[in-house]
């Protein structure tokens, strides 16, 4: 099995600062696109942002210039830095990983449980 497990989430005041994190770990061959999503009560699960294995990111036109994601191959986690966060960023966020598992000819998709940011006007 392969485990997605998310952090970082909190009650933080508008135009502040929260920074979230996600590991992948277990049976894993190879980790490709991981990303952050989220999703709001009653509206439906949308991208934030995702990151390649070699680096290459894209963002909601809603988060960029104000989010940061990173990674870190060796550990296969991400990490999301949000800046000047605004109430409609209010959402559960979560980590969606992509990854190749031994002896498979497909890749995967794997989400974490999620972690609930809230941003207070």
């Known amino acids: 099995q392969v485990q997605v497990v998310e952090a970082g989430g909190g009650l933080v005041q508008s135009g502040g600062s929260l920074r979230l994190s996600c590991v992948a770990s277990?049976?894993?061959?190879?980790?490709?696109?991981m990303g952050w999503y989220r999703q709001a009560p009653g509206k439906q699960r949308d991208l934030v942002s995702e990151?390649?294995?070699?680096?290459?990111?894209k963002y909601s036109d809603s988060v960029k210039g104000r989010f940061t994601i990173s990674r870190d191959n060796a550990k296969n986690t991400i990490d999301l830095e949000m800046n000047n966060l605004k109430a409609e960023d209010t959402a559960v966020y979560y980590c969606?990983?992509?990854?190749?598992?031994?002896?498979?000819?497909?890749?995967?998709?794997?989400w974490g449980q999620g972690t609930q940011v809230t941003v207070s006007s």
């Open positions: 990151i390649e294995s070699g680096g290459t990111t």
């Open positions: 277990g049976t894993i061959d190879s980790v490709y696109t």
């Open positions: 969606k990983v992509i990854v190749a598992l031994p002896g498979a000819h497909y890749t995967y998709q794997y």
